[in-house]
Structure formats: C-alpha cells, structure tokens
C-alpha cells in the first residue's frame, strides 16, 4: 500500500487503501496466510497466485486472484446484510467522533461527522454499493463483487 497517507484527512486514496487492505485480508484468510506476513510480499495478489498453483493445481493469476478477494467481501458483506446488518452498522461508535486524538507534535484531530460520513459514501461507491451500503445488482451480477 502507498506509505505516507496522511491518517486524518479521509481522502478517496484512504478509501482505495481500505479497500485494499480489506480484499487482502479476504485472500489471506482465504488461503490461511499469517497476516504477520502481510508486509513480505511486494506483489501480493501475483505472488500468492504462484504459491497457490504448485500448491493446488488451480491456475490463476493475480488478476483472478484479486477478483476473488473482491468476491469474498462481497458474499461477506450480503451475508452479514441478510444477517440484519444495515448501514448504521457502518458508522463509528460516538466516542471515535467526540475525541481528539494525538497526530503528533502536540497536535491533536478529530474525526467529525461529517467527514465519516464522506468516507463512507465513497467506500459504498467504490464497492458498488448503494447508499445504504446493499450491493448494486449491475455491480454485482451473481456476486462477483464491485466493478473495480
């Protein structure tokens, strides 16, 4: 992922860095990868493709690979919505809003609602999910996950 992401701003590169992060954690957990191993890999999704073949004689690439990640958080995500989870679900608990924290220096921010919510809105977006965090059927045609 791209170092020096700035931790408080919640920009639309925070999101794509969330949604990386999240669809290599489906892939490792996947696999049953030790996420101590998370920083070994340069290319990830190629090179658990080339640990997968040898391994289990499935041929796929990394492109694959990734699709798959984003299938998982998918099915993930209409499992727990079928579960009752909803959209305020998503939302952070009060005191993340209501307390500064130290970013260094002696400065201190906060995380406001509003901001939160911008986050939020650009994740459902990202992932093809309506505003009320539901899968998009067009995005997610049986399930394969957001048209990244």
Not at 60 to 86: P, S
Request: aromatic residues 6%.
């Amino acid at each position: 992922l791209k170092e020096g992401l700035d931790r408080v701003r919640g920009t639309a590169e925070h999101v794509r860095a969330a949604i990386e992060t999240e669809d290599r954690a489906a892939i490792m957990d996947s696999l049953i990868l030790c996420k101590f191993l998370r920083g070994v890999f340069t290319e990830p999704f190629d090179e658990w493709a080339a640990l997968l073949c040898p391994v289990t004689g499935w041929d796929v690439d990394g492109a694959e690979l990734r699709a798959t990640a984003r299938r998982i958080v998918a099915l993930k995500r209409a499992y727990n919505l079928r579960e009752g989870w909803t959209a305020a679900d998503d939302w952070l608990p009060e005191r993340l809003l209501s307390e500064p924290v130290q970013v260094g220096s002696g400065r201190e921010a906060s995380l406001t609602p509003q901001r939160l919510r911008r986050m939020i809105d650009g994740y459902y977006a990202a992932r093809g999910l309506d505003t009320q965090g539901r899968p998009v059927p067009a995005t997610h045609g049986g399930g394969a996950g957001a048209g990244q």
